[in-house]
């Protein structure tokens, strides 16, 4: 499923951001070290095409957030995002 792909803005070359013409949803932990707020600010502010663009911040949670104890959160804003721009039926 190709609106289903998870792009870190590390590895989306300078100025490509402009590019992605699909909704995009980013998430983070708080205690994420690996992608830091700026970075996010960032892809979001650049992400000009997106008709769709929301940024989340999971608490106690770190770059591993699939592993942390409040992981539910993240699955409840995947499928939230995904059903709320009908992306998911």
């Given amino acids: 499923m190709q609106w289903l792909v998870r792009i870190a803005h590390s590895y989306i070359a300078p100025r490509q951001q402009a590019?992605?013409?699909?909704?995009?949803?980013?998430?983070?932990?708080?205690?994420?070290?690996?992608?830091f707020p700026e970075?996010?600010?960032?892809?979001?502010?650049d992400l000009v095409h997106a008709p769709a663009k929301r940024s989340v911040l999971i608490p106690d949670a770190t770059h591993f957030?699939?592993?942390a104890k409040?992981?539910?959160?993240?699955?409840?804003?995947v499928l939230k995002f995904l059903n709320e721009y009908r992306l998911f039926s």
């Fill in 19 to 35: 590019r992605i013409y699909v909704p995009t949803l980013v998430i983070a932990g708080a205690y994420d070290t690996w992608s």
């Fill in 70 to 77: 409040n992981r539910p959160q993240f699955f409840e804003e």
């Fill in 65 to 67: 957030v699939l592993f």
């Fill in 39 to 45: 970075d996010r600010e960032g892809l979001m502010r």
